[in-house]
Every structure is written in C-alpha cells, then in structure tokens.
C-alpha cells in the first residue's frame, strides 16, 4: 500500500513538474534586427526563434511549440 502511495505521489509530482518542458535554451540575440523595433533570439539548443521587444530576453524553451 505504501509502495502504491509512493508511486502516486512520484506521478503528481511528474504531472506538476513537467520535466519534458524543462530544456535548457542557450538564447543567443540575432544581429538581424527586426523592422519594428524588435529583436530576434534564436534558441542554440533547440532552434526555435522568437522576437521581443527591445531589452527583454526569453526565460522559456520554445521547442514544440508554433
Ligand atoms: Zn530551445
């Protein structure tokens, strides 16, 4: 009974902490900049892009997402 507690309780604590979500992107600032005043960051680790504006850096993977 205990080991089945235990187990449910390793499964929530996956389901709450999404590890898959986890990857680490190596943000690195793209020279190009973008016509409205943004700028373009381009994941190192995953490849994903993605343009904010002026100052602010993005703190999440963007893998899988669209
Ligand atoms: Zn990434």
């Known amino acids: 009974m205990i080991l089945v ?3 449910l309780i390793v499964f ?3 389901l709450v902490m999404q590890p898959w979500k986890r990857r ?7 020279a190009r900049k973008l016509a409205d005043g943004r700028v373009l960051f381009t994941c190192a680790a995953c490849g994903a892009e993605t ?7 993005p703190r999440h993977c963007l ?3 669209t």
């Open 5 to 7: 507690l235990g187990l």
């Open 12 to 14: 929530a604590l996956i």
């Open 24 to 30: 680490d992107c190596r943000w690195r600032q793209d």
């Open 51 to 57: 343009a904010l504006p002026k100052g602010r850096a």
């Open 63 to 65: 893998a899988g997402e």
